[in-house]
């Protein structure tokens, strides 16, 4: 699999990631701020990681190969206000929660 950005304005492709024969590169997420692009890759019968690269391809990687080298997967970006949200990990599972503010 290959990841790939389209211009809905000319409807023209552009490959992002290059990767190796037997590797998939899959769920991709661009930045809020446009810049970055998070990704799962992983080599055919491996666990996945998450990768990072630049918008435009360059740059890539690697950020985790998730809790005790299990694998990661579904990468999201957070909100910009990140100083919400607690994060907490667990032997068999991490959490993301929102946290509650009062004034």
Known sequence: MKIRRLNPRDGGVTRLAQNKPLVWDFRASESPDGRSVVFCRAETGAV??????????????????????????????LPLQVEDYSFKQF?????????????
Do not use: C, E, Y
Request: aromatic share 6%; net charge positive.
């Open 48 to 77: 996945p990681a998450i990768w990072v690269m630049d918008a435009d391809g360059r740059n890539p990687r690697l950020l985790t190969h998730g809790f005790q080298d299990k694998g990661a997967d579904h990468p999201r970006w």
């Open 91 to 103: 032997p068999s599972r991490s959490v993301l929660t929102k946290a509650s503010l009062h004034a």
